[in-house]
Nanobody, 126 residues
């Protein structure tokens, strides 16, 4: 059974930082483009960041460029999202996603994901 399990969320003050982790129980992990999406309360789920099979390329939504960093450790089958300079509007449920033999551009469209995590809440508030 394929599982994506997010961890590392919680309550953070504006300007603070968190690192989210996504532990993947999945065969041939390096053949999956991995990414993060989020759903802000009252809004549709949106693309945040994606990383290529071996971590050589990344793609970010304009809203998080310069503040968020995606990375992966294929030996540990884990993908990370470092989130810095957090704003109240970053408050959302963050989801890890996997897309088999995909591309960054395809994942950036936000459709056709093969697997999703259950999501983890990040709350940015004073």
């Amino acid at each position: 059974q394929v599982q994506l399990v997010e961890s590392g969320g919680g309550l953070v003050q504006p300007g603070g930082s968190l690192r989210l982790s996504c532990a993947a129980s999945i065969r041939a992990f390096s053949t999956y483009t991995m990414g993060w999406f989020r759903q802000i309360p009252g809004k549709e789920r949106e693309f945040v960041a994606a990383i290529s099979w071996y971590g050589s390329s990344t793609l970010y939504a304009d809203s998080v460029k310069g503040r968020f960093t995606i990375s992966r450790d294929n030996a540990e089958t884990t993908v990370y999202l470092q989130i810095n300079s957090l704003k109240p509007e970053d408050t959302a449920v963050y989801y890890c996603a996997a897309d088999y033999r995909s591309t960054l551009a395809t994942m950036g469209q936000g459709i056709g994901m093969d697997y999703w995590g259950k999501g983890i809440l990040v709350t940015v508030s004073s």
